[in-house]
């Protein structure tokens, strides 16, 4: 018997036959999870029919064909012919006595609010909502945006909009005007709905002014405004919140909305040019949500599920599905997750019962640097921890299972993204965990790691690409089909190829390496980023790392990283000196860095990811693209002021 692995974590018999993924199994009458995921591959039709029954899902119409093909391969209908609305199966559970006084949300703000909405107040409230939004005329089909804090207000108006048949288009709530007016008009959106502001470490962070010129700019015909206490509604276009959220009511029935009817349009930032709308239909991105939450966080009824996110990121519009289709708790959390300290989240665990808590890599890191105070509450209820957003280092990894999930709990890691509504690749609670991967590939998606020819490749860096349309990907992006297929389809024909680099070993773990775009090639060998990152964070005294490649005439291409360095580390010269010694002993001479540059910030989005696109832009005064999702333009200046001082 091989012996394990004490940075894995394996599965107990009780979590084993407890778990989501199990009854599955069973009612299909399947005796092992990996005959499970080729059973999902092989026979799509029945698997999703499972899953649709588990999951409780209502329609108006059942589906006539699972898919239907007529439009090629890359436009697949899924659930061709069926009529529903996703919120008729939340509402379920408010329409049962049994379960219509549970806590569909709880809600908490920097100051220590906290609100709890049941499913029966809930469905009160976004019948409400909607029935204000019909009452304004925006009608079935428009596109209405959604800039708001974690709140109850943003769920109301979430739903509401589905509720009634519009098609919701989430805003990170860091936006300035730019980016809120150039997604509006590229969608023609009839109206945002928006938050006046919020408080974000006892500051009040005011958007009002970017509201008002983005709406004017895009010629909304609504401003739909959650406002601050005393704030004074203004200009034609401007309406309360609270008098749209006053109804009239929107009648007992949601709109029944056709699988392929749009459902979300959900910007992502291009490398180049204008940002990418990805759309999303009724039939698609709610049942894959469901899915995920289903068969990789192990949602059950009796669930808090926490996730702090922002509501224009898909980790929080993805919670509403994958929490509220099965009956459990989702909370919010409106402010800094170390406000007044790292204790914050952890106290806020036990103050809730938390039992699925997921967490960005940065996070992560922050607990792990200040580990007293991470783990001051007490976090013995939860059951599954989810990690996601980037790829995340290995001992990180292992001290937040270790710590957070107290030994027991798993860490779920979830990387795909918005176009395909959730997760490519993730773990299930039948096969052990390796640390910073992901013990399966999402059932129902084929998934692979190809070589540059497309031919797979084990224990090797390669692109993930998926070899047969999904439920859950992208109908296409907003009003340009040609970009949707030169993005995904046409670099290897017939192939969705994803953009991220990963390795595959012969037990089927993944490993993610970081973005396609990020690829470096070092003495002939191609190389993901977060390789020679996990090796940079092994130096005492780093705390972040980053690692691009530069053109170089006589090499091709040289290393070149950027360090954060830790309180109390030694001076720069030291560390850099560490740096390149310890990078040489465990990655070997080629992969000894050409330069390191100590600094005091990475160029990230607003849900932390490292935008080593932009680092590279400004190191080698390359073209940046779009900025819209940077967080910290400051960044890229002191990367300019690097490259200065080395040429």
């Known amino acids: 018997m091989q012996a394990r692995n004490p940075d894995y974590w394996y599965p107990s018999e009780e979590q084993t036959a407890t778990a989501n993924v199990t009854r599955v199994m069973q009612r299909l009458g399947i005796p092992t999870y990996d005959a499970l995921y080729r059973f999902s591959i092989e026979q799509p039709t029945l698997y999703w029919e499972v899953i649709i029954e588990i999951s409780g899902i209502k329609w108006s119409r059942k589906y006539d064909a699972f898919v239907d093909w007529s439009k090629g391969r890359e436009f697949p209908q899924w659930f061709h012919g069926g009529m529903l609305n996703w919120t008729d199966t939340l509402f379920a559970w408010a ?5 219509a006084g549970r806590a569909a949300v709880i809600a908490e703000n920097e100051r220590g609010d906290v609100r709890h909405v049941s499913y029966a107040q809930l469905y009160d409230e976004v019948r409400d909502f909607a029935g204000g939004l019909t009452k304004l005329g925006i009608q079935r089909g428009d596109r209405i945006g959604l800039l708001m804090e974690p709140c109850v207000e943003a769920v109301v108006s979430m739903l509401g909009i589905s509720y009634m048949g519009g098609v919701v288009m989430p805003l990170f709530s860091g936006f300035g005007a730019g980016p809120i007016e150039s997604r509006l008009t590229q969608c023609r959106a009839r109206a ?4 006046s ?13 970017d509201v008002v010129e983005a709406t004017d700019a ?15 509604v203004q200009g034609a276009r401007m309406v309360d919140w609270a008098q749209v ?16 009817d749009p459902f979300m349009v959900f910007f992502t930032s291009g490398t180049t040019g204008k940002p990418k709308g990805i759309l999303h239909s009724h039939g698609s991105y709610p049942l894959k949500m469901a899915h995920d939450g289903l068969i990789h966080f192990d949602t059950k009824q009796s669930d808090i599920y926490f996730w702090p996110a922002d509501m224009g990121w898909v980790a929080g519009a993805m919670g509403l599905s994958a929490t509220l289709t099965h009956g459990a708790t989702m909370v919010l959390y409106d402010g800094a997750p170390d406000l007044p300290d790292w204790s914050r989240m952890s106290r806020l665990i036990e103050r809730h019962g938390v039992t699925q808590f997921g967490a960005a890599p940065t996070m992560i890191r922050g607990f792990a640097a200040n580990p ?18 980037e790829p995340i280092a290995p001992e990180h990894f292992v001290w937040h299972q270790r710590h957070f999930g107290h030994g027991v709990a798993p860490l779920i890691n979830f990387s795909g993204g918005t176009e395909v509504s959730g997760g490519l690749v993730a773990s299930v609670m039948h096969k052990p965990i390796p640390p910073g991967g992901f013990n399966t590939a999402t059932p129902g998606i084929d998934v692979d790691v190809v070589d540059i020819s497309g031919k797979p490749v084990v224990d090797e860096v390669g692109e993930l690409i998926v070899r047969e349309p999904f439920v859950g990907m992208t109908m296409s992006f907003w009003e340009d089909d040609e970009r949707y297929l030169e993005t995904y389809w046409q670099t290897l024909p017939g192939i969705w190829v994803h953009g991220d680099l990963a390795t595959r070993d012969a037990q089927g773990n993944f490993l993610i390496r970081g973005r396609s775009d990020d690829t470096l090639k070092l003495a002939g060998k191609r190389t993901g980023p977060a390789e ?14 980053a690692a691009i490649g530069v053109d170089d005439p006589a090499k091709g291409q040289v290393l070149v990283v950027f360090v954060i360095p830790a309180a109390g580390a030694p001076s720069n010269e030291k560390l850099i000196e560490a740096v390149l010694a310890h990078s040489e002993r465990r990655l070997g001479r080629a992969f000894r860095p050409n330069r390191v540059h100590v600094v005091s910030q990475l160029p990230k989005t607003r849900t932390a990811k490292v935008m080593r696109r932009l680092i590279r832009g400004a190191y080698c005064n390359l073209p940046l693209g779009d900025l ?5 333009p400051t960044a890229l200046d002191e990367i300019a002021r690097a490259a200065g001082q080395t040429k």
């Open 628 to 632: 819209s999702s940077l967080d910290n």
């Open 95 to 99: 329409k049962d006595p049994a379960t």
């Open 372 to 389: 007293q105070l991470a783990l001051a509450g007490d976090v013995s209820s939860i059951r599954v921890l989810i990690c996601g957003g």
């Open 245 to 260: 959220a006053a109804g009239p009511k929107a009648g007992p029935d949601a709109q029944q909305m056709s699988t392929q």
């Open 192 to 195: 945002l709905v928006a938050t």
């Open 218 to 232: 895009a010629n909304t015909d609504f401003l739909i405004l959650k406002r601050a206490d005393g704030e004074a």
């Open 197 to 209: 502001g919020f408080v974000r470490r006892g500051n009040w962070i005011s958007k009002l002014a």
């Open 532 to 545: 020679i990152e996990d090796v940079l964070m092994e130096v005492p005294g780093v705390v972040e790392a």
